[in-house]
Nanobody, 123 residues
Framework: QLQLAESGGASAQVGGSLTLSCTPSGYTTWPYCMGWFRQASGKDREGIAA???????SYADSGQGRFTISIDTAKNTLNLRIHNLKPEDTAMYYCAARQGAGFCRWYYGMDYWGNGTLVTISS
């Protein structure tokens, strides 16, 4: 059973940068599609970005420009770099993975979820 563990959430200042990481375990092959989502208090969960195991990325409009999704093959982690932090980035951030094969898009449904890591941005 694939398990996902996020880390890197923190309290940070407006304008700064933050890198979140997700470490998968319990897999025999790296998930073909993984993504980052977030949920702010009182709001629905939203997709940010997804990445295929071949490195192809997909970003939601809200994720374009300030978010960078990547796979660190040396550490076997999925990362999300957030630049120019804003108060509205305050949310619980979740890593997710999708079974199967094919395309990988930020709006695809995911089969496995981590427990989340909290990001709080203050001015």
């Amino acid at each position: 059973q694939l398990q996902l563990a996020e880390s890197g959430g923190a309290s940070a200042q407006v304008g700064g940068s933050l890198t979140l990481s997700c470490t998968p375990s319990g897999y025999t092959t790296w998930p073909y599609c993984m993504g980052w989502f977030r949920q702010a208090s009182g709001k629905d969960r939203e997709g940010i970005a997804a990445i295929h195991s071949d490195g192809t990325t997909s970003y939601a409009d809200s994720g374009q420009g300030r978010f960078t999704i990547s796979i660190d093959t040396a550490k076997n982690t999925l990362n999300l770099r957030i630049h120019n932090l804003k108060p509205e980035d305050t949310a619980m951030y979740y890593c997710a993975a999708r079974q199967g094969a094919g395309f990988c898009r930020w709006y695809y449904g995911m089969d496995y979820w981590g427990n989340g890591t909290l990001v709080t941005i203050s001015s």
